[in-house]
């Protein structure tokens, strides 16, 4: 047996360029549009301080990967936590490209990070350090340079501050350089569960194909952030049972599916899903691997690898998260004939309605929410069937033909504008 380390399996950069390096091949891209589009852009990396409560001064390093802005401005999220990194923000960096293409919507890609942990700093310390950021960017963000979002731990209110603080040095208000923004300053209505609302229209027409019905079809989703929480609830109201969440300190379990507005409510009360008294506790490792039809991974990176990929028993994984399933698994995922929806098409709704935002804001005029979510349907079912086909006259599994569509559009339009030299 091939022996594998895991160090490298799970170093999201590799990951990323494991499938790019098989999609290029596949689409002969010429060598030089390869190492264009293999290496990001610009990096840049920030030591900023901040003051904290009680007085001292604490320094934090921030990225911003601007991968590509071939297709419009940059675009992605910011994330905060103790283990971001340059590799993984690269990483996620690309994936917004790749994302933004195969959707189809004008924007390269983008990703910010900075290395802290959230859960221990107060409301003030997060909004000092997150205006500071946002003014050692002011020069490289904007509506036509690159646009932020929410991502793992950053939401409206960080989005709110960035808007605020980039307005200030502008010397007027911009809302188009956030997206993700509260309702009442710029914000799209929809854009709260837009990540969430793609996953289900997705699954919608990949248990289409497979000739499943909602009503039996049985899901697992991993994490109850926004998208994870917005999935499970807006699946269940659609007639999928939700028979298990998987978080952090143990899962829940109901075999009879889980009824997500007592779940809510209930979070809402304690603050925590843990103790829900109408399922049962499980072990969240073992419960991402028990039997159902969908699992969705909703959390984080590299959770379902060559150590336990063999052992997932759903028929569809429509990945909600950025990058949680490793290259290695991929080759055993599609052994086992698993109908794989990759997150560069699944959590696209995200970016998509973050679009509909900034063409909101620099219209000036704001859609109704049906009007949002029937544009989103537009999108998301045409991404899905291009994919597929794509997959199918290809002979490639449904990730590599994501990317090869996403390359392909990506290169063409490098090629259409030429190469300033
Ligand atoms: N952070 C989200 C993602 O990974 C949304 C990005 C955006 O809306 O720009 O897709």
């Not at 107060?122 to 000092?128: C, I, P, V």
């Not at 691997?289 to 429509?318: F, G, H, M, W």
């Not at 998509?352 to 005029?365: A, C, I, K, L, M």
């Amino acid at each position: 047996m091939k022996t594998i380390d895991l160090e490298q399996e799970t170093n999201p950069w590799k990951a990323q360029a494991a499938r790019f390096d098989l999609a290029a091949k596949k689409l002969n891209l010429d060598e030089g549009l390869w190492n264009i589009l293999q290496s990001p852009s610009r990096e840049i990396i920030v030591h900023i301080p901040v003051m904290m409560d009680d007085g001292h001064l604490e320094v934090f390093t921030g990225f911003r990967v601007q991968h590509s802005i071939a297709r419009g401005p940059a675009k992605g999220g910011l994330r905060y936590a103790p283990d971001v990194n340059l590799d993984e923000i690269r990483a996620l960096a690309s994936w917004m490209t790749w994302k933004c293409a195969v959707v189809n919507i004008p924007f390269g890609g983008a990703k910010g990070g900075i290395i802290c942990d959230p859960h221990k700093m107060s409301q003030g310390e997060l909004e000092r350090m997150t205006r500071r950021y946002t003014a050692e960017l002011f020069d490289f963000i904007g509506p036509e340079k690159d646009v932020p979002a929410p991502d793992v731990n950053t939401n409206e209110q960080t989005m709110a501050w960035i808007m605020d603080t980039y307005s200030m040095h502008a010397r007027q208000t911009v809302t188009a350089v956030v997206t993700g923004k509260p309702i009442n300053i710029g914000g799209s209505r929809g854009r709260r569960e837009a990540t969430g609302r793609g996953v289900l229209m997705v699954c919608d027409q990949a248990i289409k194909k497979l000739g499943l019905d909602r009503n039996t079809t049985r899901v697992i989703i991993q994490g109850f952030g926004n998208v994870g929480s917005n999935a499970a609830r807006l699946m269940a109201k659609a007639g999928y049972q939700v028979i298990g969440i998987v978080e952090v300190g143990g899962g829940l379990y109901n075999s009879k599916g889980i009824n997500l507005e007592a779940l809510s409510e209930y979070r809402e009360r304690q603050g925590t899903i843990h103790g829900f008294p109408e399922a049962d506790r499980h072990d969240p490792a073992e419960l991402l691997l028990q039997d159902c039809d969908i699992l969705i991974p909703a959390a984080t990176e590299n959770q379902i690898t060559s150590q336990n990929a063999d052992r997932v028993k759903c028929k569809i994984l429509a990945e909600g998260a950025n990058g949680p399933t490793t290259a290695a698994a991929d080759d055993i995922l599609a052994e086992k004939g698993v109908f794989v929806i990759p997150d560069i098409l699944a959590n696209a709704g995200g970016v998509t309605t973050s679009y509909f935002e900034w063409v909101q804001d620099r219209q000036g005029y704001f859609w109704k929410e049906a009007v949002v979510n029937e544009h989103l349907g537009d999108i998301m079912v045409t991404a899905f069937d291009d994919v597929v086909r794509y997959a199918e006259t290809h002979a490639v599994n449904n990730r590599i033909a994501a990317y090869m569509l996403a390359i392909d559009r990506v290169a063409y339009t490098i090629r259409q504008r030429g190469i300033y030299a």
